[in-house]
């Protein structure tokens, strides 16, 4: 029988371009989640999301 699967939702707030700091994100979000099996994350969370659809926007 398989048992019961933990996900976890990481709301993190990536820096545009900057990978360093968003690793040190995704890391303490995991270490947070140890106890889950599965941790999600944000699209385009290691480089940050641009910001182009509020730029373009009219």
Do not use: W
């Not at 947070?32 to 969370?45: G, I, N, R, S, T």
């Amino acid at each position: 029988m398989i048992g019961d699967l933990k996900i976890a939702a990481a709301q993190i707030n990536p820096t545009l371009g900057n990978i360093a700091h968003n690793s040190a994100l995704i890391r303490a979000a995991l270490a947070q989640a140890k106890d889950f099996d599965l941790v999600v994350f944000p699209e385009l969370v290691i480089c940050g999301y641009p910001p182009e659809d509020l730029v373009l926007k009219p």
